[in-house]
């Protein structure tokens, strides 16, 4: 048998599909590289407070970033919202801070994208938590976060007890996950701030012991999800009232 015989070999179509994605992830990394770039000079442009031109353009950066940029990675429980559901949460954020809040998203990247394209008040009061490192194109606004280690992040000591407004969904449907990253947000929280929670229904128990009760709103996810995924959050909202409200 020659070595022909014994080699597949990979039809014309196969080869052009696998060429074309090998292109797209090229270019995805090469998107990858010019956003990081960007984010590291209008972090420095930013710094020059006098300039309004710089602001625009750090907001006008910021705003173009989408959620098409990020591929799912199931292997890192990501499962991206659906439209409304990240439009709903963003603007949830907006209705209830102004121009000194401060804000997280923590492990809810597409809130936090959705948010930003939405261009709040002041952009760089706005943080994300995550573990995903391909979110740092944010620059100083993408702060690496891994629940099993809930108080050693970036700006801990600078950020506790004095952030407004957390958008929070763990990445992974489980008691000790929700129990550290609540942690987090316990540290994060001022005084009489609001969390936003997004997890699932089985975890109700635990977001009730720190005061995050079951709201009516469901959230969605673009590819499904089979879980019973519900949101809780510790204040009232008109946009989320509580479930028993509305039966």
Known sequence: MSSSDSEPELSSETLRILQQ???EQQEQQERFEQLRQQAEERFDEVQDADSANNNNKAEKDLSMITMDFFREDWQMSQFWYDENTS???AREVLEN???DSLVC???SPTAYVKLMSMKPPTQNNNFLF???TRFDVYGRQFIHYDYSHPLEFRLAQELKNSVDLIV???PFLAEECLTKTLETVRFLLKDGGKVVLCTGAVMEPIAKKDGLLMTSFY???QNGLSNDFR???NYKSERFPFKNDQE
Do not use: F
Request: net charge negative; charged share 25%.
């Open 97 to 99: 801070t102004d121009k």
């Open 231 to 233: 949101c809780y959050v």
């Open 219 to 221: 959230p969605g996810h």
């Open 105 to 107: 998203c923590i492990s």
């Open 21 to 23: 994605v090998m292109q």
């Open 130 to 132: 995550e573990y995903d």
């Open 87 to 89: 439009e709903q949460l």
């Open 168 to 170: 929070v969904d763990p």
